[in-house]
């Protein structure tokens, strides 16, 4: 029998119309073509976390709905859902999709020349896709070209489709990354130029005022604006506020990224090897729910087809468990922490795994130094998820070990910038952990990291220490050196370790794994307060070597540390 030819891999790929054409596999979610069609309001509002599958999602929208592509619908849709249960609506748009990335945001006058040359190229690219549909459109690509109108180029698409009645689908892709740029800017001028171009008369203003009021004279029939953050909704106010947000709807929680199910089928059409797959890829990448009431949670498909590749190419997981593309993303943390109250709560949401909190569908740019704001826009990033109800209001959690070390690794920055006397020296500190993973020696690595990380901590730094910080910033080092994973609060039956350190699938021939079971005590404390720390920890370390997962194993080595003050410890390995 002849062997299954297996699909491509659509790593780094949203051209759907590449996709199909070209043999990549694609994960249908055209099923949900038609629930958006069905919706009341035509005018919808849904946001993602980055590299969530936006772009080929509203790819595959453009394709199915514009009116230049019917003669190929069998051959894009013919195996999807869509294809087989055709809406009333395809082929029936002329589409313009807007994306406003990569704009200008270095100052005013740049942001307003590069926002109106984009509005401007769009729609001149437009009338060059639909000359045969509009009579005059190589006359408004000669206007466009010469007045150079810059946002009032609208004007034309809402005159040309009125006069060839003509239905207008306008998709807007990235709406808000300026407003994130602007405002990862951190200082006065991304705020004054936010508030200026979103302001009454400001151009992003002018422009969504325009699309509402040809939507609301049914000239633009149908729109679809997505992107990362709800924080200009909320600046908008009458700007735009005619769409219906399903960014929460519990109906649409698994339209884009990847449920288990799919990353199952996926494996299979691309023929990734599971005997090659030595890590938990549901803690690593799983773990996203978008409404407590949704289905199922869902992968983050730029973080699947990335791990995926690298099975593909190297027959092994990836050195980095994050993508680096994605990893640069996310590093915007960074600029929305630059005030003490975000950078609290950041520290408190690591330290518990989480925050109870209630998630905003709009709010202000001038509200994200508020707890609520704060937290939400941590969610729409991707950077927390739901965990589970609680009364009234959610208890959110980091999705997933992989967004984790993102956290470690900004606190670890963090801890630094806030330190200026502590130094990580690369070659020390792996000699250490290398004694750790080949020699069992631990008292080399816990010396180091009390000389060179705890004893050089900033007083600011100093009223946050305890068992929890001392955790996290264990975890960092640890997590820097990749001979480890450290996996925190492992579960151990009775109970869950501090810390374990998982020996990287990537380095078998590590000879110790660790459990760690840490304790604090001040400065001040007596030897009899010390030495009830250190048993107890013992009596937990007893109990997590009777579990299962940790018992008689002669390659893992346990211990409890006990910090005493910033600058001294006690090792105990019972």
Request: hydrophobic content about 40%.
């Amino acid at each position: 029998m002849e062997a299954k030819k297996c699909k491509r891999l659509p790593y780094g790929n949203s051209d759907f119309r590449r996709i199909i054409l070209e043999n990549y596999a694609y994960v249908d979610k055209t099923m949900y073509i038609e629930m958006l069609e069905n919706e009341a309001n035509s005018n919808q509002f849904f946001i993602r976390p980055r590299k969530f599958g936006k772009s080929l999602f509203f790819m595959t929208l453009s394709y199915y709905y514009d009116l230049n592509e019917a003669e190929n619908f069998d051959k894009l849709f013919g195996d999807l859902y869509i294809g087989k249960h055709p809406t009333p609506e395809r082929n029936t748009y002329a589409v313009m999709r807007f994306d406003f990335s990569g704009l200008d945001t270095s100052s005013e006058k740049g942001f307003v020349d590069s926002f109106s040359s984009n509005v401007q190229s769009t729609i001149r690219n437009f009338f060059r896709l639909y000359a045969l549909v509009f009579p005059e459109a190589n006359k408004y690509v000669e206007q466009i070209d010469e007045e150079k109108p810059g946002i009032k180029s609208l004007e034309k698409v809402f005159s040309a489709a009125e006069q060839s009645k003509v239905k207008l689908f306008f998709i807007i892709d990235e709406y808000d990354h300026f407003a994130n740029d602007l405002i990862a800017m951190g200082n006065m001028l991304g705020t004054d130029i936010y508030k200026t171009m979103i302001a009454a008369n400001g151009i992003v203003r002018d422009f969504y005022e325009k699309i509402k009021n040809a939507a609301k004279s049914s000239i633009v029939n149908r729109t679809f604006i997505t992107g990362i953050s709800p924080v200009m909704l909320d600046d908008l106010t009458s700007g735009y506020n005619i769409a219906t947000i399903l960014t929460l709807n519990p109906k649409y929680n698994e339209m884009m990224g990847f449920t288990q199910e799919e990353v199952e089928w996926l494996m299979r059409e691309t023929g990734v090897d599971e005997t090659c797959i030595n890590v938990d890829i549901e803690a690593y990448y799983n773990g996203y729910l978008f409404h407590k009431n949704g289905a199922h949670r869902v992968y983050n498909p730029a973080m699947m087809l990335y791990f995926f590749s690298q099975i593909i190419e190297f027959g092994k997981p990836p050195e980095y468990i994050i993508d680096l593309n994605l990893r640069t993303d996310y590093g915007r943390l960074q600029k929305l922490t630059q005030n003490d109250r975000n950078r609290e709560t950041l520290i408190r949401i690591v330290k518990e795994d989480g925050i109870i909190a209630e998630i905003l569908q709009k709010f202000s740019v001038d509200m994200l130094n508020d707890d609520d704001y704060f937290v939400s826009l941590l969610f729409y990033m991707g950077l927390l998820t739901i965990k589970e109800p609680y009364l009234f209001q959610l208890k959110l959690g980091i999705p997933n070990y992989s967004i984790k070390t993102l956290y470690w690794e900004y606190l670890m920055k963090l801890t630094r910038d806030n330190s200026p006397d502590m130094n990580i020296k690369s070659q020390p500190l792996n000699e250490a952990i290398y004694a750790l993973a080949m020699e069992g020696d631990l008292e080399r690595f816990i010396a180091y990291i009390s000389e060179n990380a705890f004893s050089k901590l900033s007083d600011h730094d100093l009223r946050q220490f305890d068992e929890k910080y001392i955790k996290i910033l264990l975890l960092a080092y640890l997590f820097m050196s990749r001979i480890y994973v450290p996996m925190s609060e492992y579960e151990a039956v009775p109970g869950r370790t501090d810390i374990y350190l998982l020996r990287s699938p990537l380095l078998p021939q590590i000879k110790y794994e660790w459990v760690f079971e840490l304790k604090y005590c001040k400065t001040d404390a007596t030897e009899a307060e010390i030495l009830r720390q250190q048993e107890k920890g013992e009596e937990q370390i007893k109990q997590y070597l009777t579990s299962h997962r940790l018992s008689n194993r002669s390659d893992l080595k346990a211990a409890v540390i006990v910090f005493i003050g910033k600058n001294k410890y006690r090792i105990s390995e019972p």
